[in-house]
């Protein structure tokens, strides 16, 4: 079983590195205490799970001084790996001051320098038993591109969403990119065409004769191509292309189908035509 250990000074992205873990297909938990670590473990693996990533940080207080230990035994038994996070305290500052959060050692007694100062202690002998890492320079995409590229997480979970839709009917609330074919021959003025869809062989026949539809076609796979690599950089979960035209019901459904068609090669896709689900 993988098991991935996140510790480290609050605020130093702990809940990121969680979040992205959990996008890439991994069991997570938060904040578990210290001392159940190892049966936690045990627990998950009998369960039949194979890829878990456990938080552990200052909230676990009491439990911290038996942790080297236990991550030690850990090691001969899984394949483990322990990020600790940390960062500047004028960072850690300023990041609980935007988000107005209460630091996990504040007390009545203590500032948030003070706790920050306190907590850094507390942890000082976790630092050294996996890799440390400083955020305090690091953008949260930037963390994750590094957490990806260190636990050699894939972008399996990544799915490329192509969405037909009609204009009339309003632009899908979840486009990420939207493309307009509503300049291209309509087959909607044949009446023969006009009861079928863009997925029918003859609607299909009749689109793929007309010079234009194939060069914006091609000028939007080439788009969508080179610009791909950066959305999915930006550890997007879902990316969705629609494609408009008047209703949603001929030259939109070609046109994303032809493109699921094409990008369903090399990426896990999905089709939603939304007019002739409705």
């Known amino acids: 079983m993988r098991v991935v250990v996140i510790t480290g000074l609050s605020g130093s992205g702990k809940s990121i590195a969680l979040n992205l873990l959990e996008d890439?297909?991994?069991?997570?938990?938060?904040?578990?205490?210290?001392?159940?670590?190892?049966?936690?473990?045990?627990?998950?693996?009998?369960?039949?799970?194979r890829d878990?990533?456990?938080?552990?940080d200052a909230r676990s207080e009491?439990?911290?001084?038996?942790?080297?230990?236990?991550?030690?035994?850990?090691?001969?038994?899984?394949?483990?790996?322990?990020?600790?996070?940390?960062?500047?305290?004028?960072?850690?500052?300023?990041?609980?001051?935007?988000?107005?959060?209460?630091?996990?050692?504040?007390?009545?007694?203590l500032s948030l320098p003070e706790a920050i100062r306190a907590e850094r202690e507390l942890l000082s002998g976790l630092s050294a038993l996996g890799h440390?890492?400083?955020?305090?320079?690091?953008?949260?995409?930037?963390l994750r591109a590094w957490l990806r590229e260190f636990l050699g997480l894939s972008n399996a979970?990544?799915?490329?969403?192509?969405?037909?839709?009609?204009?009339?009917?309003?632009?899908?609330?979840?486009?990420?990119?939207?493309?307009?074919v509503r300049c291209l021959p309509n087959p909607h003025y044949d009446p023969i065409l006009r009861p079928l869809t863009g997925a029918d062989p003859a609607v299909i026949a009749f689109l793929q004769a007309e010079p234009m539809v194939?060069?914006?076609?091609?000028?939007?796979?080439?788009?969508?191509?080179?610009?791909l690599p950066a959305y999915i950089q930006d550890n997007r979960s879902y990316f969705t292309v629609a494609l408009g035209c008047t209703g949603g019901k001929h030259r939109?459904?070609?046109?994303?189908?032809?493109?699921?068609?094409?990008?369903?090669?090399?990426?896990?896709?999905?089709i939603r035509h939304r007019e002739l689900s409705s």
């Open 62 to 109: 009491k439990g911290l001084a038996g942790l080297p230990e236990q991550l030690q035994r850990l090691r001969n038994r899984y394949d483990l790996r322990v990020i600790f996070l940390e960062a500047k305290e004028e960072t850690l500052v300023r990041r609980y001051s935007e988000t107005r959060r209460r630091h996990p050692l504040s007390t009545g007694e």
């Open 24 to 49: 890439a297909g991994l069991y997570c938990i938060d904040n578990l205490p210290a001392a159940l670590l190892e049966d936690t473990l045990l627990y998950l693996e009998q369960s039949g799970y």
């Open 52 to 56: 878990v990533a456990v938080s552990v």
């Open 157 to 180: 979970r990544f799915t490329l969403v192509f969405e037909s839709f009609g204009f009339k009917h309003g632009i899908p609330l979840d486009a990420d990119l939207v493309f307009d």
């Open 214 to 227: 194939m060069q914006m076609l091609e000028d939007i796979r080439t788009y969508v191509e080179k610009w």
């Open 132 to 142: 440390r890492m400083d955020t305090s320079e690091t953008s949260a995409n930037a």
């Open 252 to 270: 939109s459904v070609y046109f994303a189908e032809a493109l699921a068609g094409y990008f369903g090669q090399h990426q896990q896709v999905l």
